[in-house]
């Protein structure tokens, strides 16, 4: 069975203080690797796609990688305003899309 | 312009009402989604349209019944639901053309339903 596993389930950082989210995945022909944000009552506000081991995608102070069992989400001196809970979702090869627990994170100032 | 609007943003129905979800997009996108999401867990897949055909129907009950009536319209319509069917319902559309699970999706901000 397809899965999607997310860890920390929280995690809490001071502002300025650099970590990594991992998701560990395990799919039937994977079509693509996605990371959201959502933050509380919104919609998840995507972030990247990633299709093959060795693929990195940046943005601001976040950056994804990808290998063939697990993708890391790097964020660099993070912000309060990074602040949410960030989800990671595969696509298989039955077009069901899968998605992670989500980690929720919080930046202390 | 990545933009999906959903209406209404609150809705409060009794179990015997019969209402409706909306959600629209003009990102020229073939494939779109409904989600059902309760407080703290992720998103959970219900309905697939892609080339505005039922593609994925994830053994939703049948209180729940999707309609496509064009490329760029997706509505929900709700009847005799529970109270455990309170959530957050997320419409969302990815590109067109190839699978539809190898592509992004764009999320409207949801329908905050509350079932009484």
């Known amino acids: 069975e397809d899965q999607v596993t997310q860890s920390p389930e929280a995690l809490r950082l001071q502002e300025g203080e650099s970590s990594s989210l991992n998701c560990s995945y395990t799919v039937s022909g994977l079509r693509g690797l996605f990371w959201y944000r959502q933050d509380p009552g919104k919609g998840p506000e995507f972030l990247f796609t990633l299709y093959s081991a060795g693929e990195e995608k940046e943005k601001e102070r976040l950056k994804a990688t990808l290998t063939k069992k697990e993708s890391f989400l790097h964020i660099t001196a993070p912000k309060p305003e990074d602040s949410a809970t960030y989800l990671c979702?595969?696509?298989?090869?039955?077009?069901?899309?899968?998605f992670g627990k989500g980690t929720r994170l919080h930046i202390l100032p | 312009d990545t933009e999906v609007t959903q209406t209404p943003k609150h809705l409060v129905m009794g179990m015997t009402n019969k209402k409706s979800l909306k959600c629209e997009q003009h990102m020229g996108h073939r494939a779109m989604y409904w989600y059902k999401q309760k407080a703290k867990k992720p998103p959970e897949l219900m309905f697939v349209y892609s080339y505005e055909k039922l593609s994925i129907n994830e053994s939703v009950p049948s209180r729940f019944s999707p309609e496509c009536p064009n490329s760029s319209l997706l509505n929900l319509h709700l009847h005799a639901l529970q109270p455990e069917d309170s959530a957050l319902y997320l419409c969302a559309s990815s590109q067109p053309g190839g699978r539809a699970s190898s592509y992004e999706q764009y999320f409207g901000p949801g329908t905050r339903l509350t079932v009484t």
């Open positions: 979702a595969v696509g298989n090869r039955d077009d069901k899309i899968i």
